[in-house]
């Protein structure tokens, strides 16, 4: 079966610093990733998907950055975090299908960022 | 511009008293409507996904059903563990998902 890994589960950061979360998911190939932001008292918000090694497209302009340098891993990275970058960030990963209305996003665990 | 609005941003319920949460969507083409459930410093937990309207999905007490402008998840006999906040999305894009605010769900024993 699938799983998904993502680390650190918790960082507190002072502004200014740099940042690297990072997520793996094993048991499958070639699977969509993606990173999403949980902003207190709102929803989700989709930062960055991938859908193969080296292809990043970016939905909110912001002070963050992703890459995926092997099939089945995703960072997000920033080289100086705000306090606004605070939040809950959540990797995720779903495989191609049809219909493609059936493609479902699983979430990892997530991790927790205070800038401060 | 693709929205989803979910009602009410709360609710408590006693053990086994049923009810539903709603999720009203505007999109110019529905390609999938998901219910996921996220407990407290969690990631969202996939429950269901909806095609078209008049489908219906079941799991245990739950049950999700689709309108061409709405879905509802209903809770039949709830227990103390199906508190959550309950998250609606639908998929506007081959990659993207819109999320509403969710629905916290606190059922008291």
């Known amino acids: 079966s699938q799983t998904i890994h993502q680390w650190p589960a918790t960082l507190v950061q002072p502004v200014g610093s740099p940042l690297s979360l990072e997520c793996t998911v094993e048991?499958?190939?070639?699977?969509?990733l993606y990173w999403y932001r949980q902003a207190a008292g709102r929803g989700l918000q989709l930062l960055f998907y991938?859908?193969?090694?080296?292809?990043i497209s970016s939905e909110v302009p912001q002070n963050l950055s992703a890459s995926r340098p092997q099939d089945r891993q995703f960072i997000l990275s920033s080289k100086k975090l705000l306090l606004s970058d605070s939040g809950f960030y959540l990797c995720?990963?779903?495989?191609?299908?049809?219909?493609?209305?059936?493609?479902?996003?699983?979430f990892g665990e997530g991790s927790w960022l205070t800038v401060v | 511009e693709d929205q989803v609005t979910q009602s009410p941003e709360a609710l408590r319920l006693q053990e086994g008293e049923s009810s539903s949460l709603n999720c009203s969507y505007t999109?110019?083409?529905?390609?999938?409507l998901f219910w996921y459930r996220q407990d407290p410093g969690k990631g969202p937990e996939f429950l269901f996904t909806l095609y078209s309207a008049g489908e219906e999905k079941e799991k245990e007490r739950l049950k999700a059903t689709l309108t061409k402008k709405e879905s509802f998840l209903h809770i039949t006999a709830p227990k103390p563990e199906d508190s959550a906040t309950y998250l609606c999305?639908?998929?506007?894009?081959?990659?993207?998902?819109?999320f509403g605010q969710g629905t916290r769900l606190t059922i008291n024993p």
């Open positions: 999109v110019s083409g529905l390609r999938g």
């Open positions: 048991g499958t190939s070639n699977p969509n």
């Open positions: 991938s859908v193969g090694i080296g292809q």
């Open positions: 999305a639908v998929r506007v894009g081959a990659q993207k998902l819109v």
């Open positions: 995720a990963w779903s495989v191609d299908g049809l219909p493609v209305s059936g493609n479902t996003i699983y």
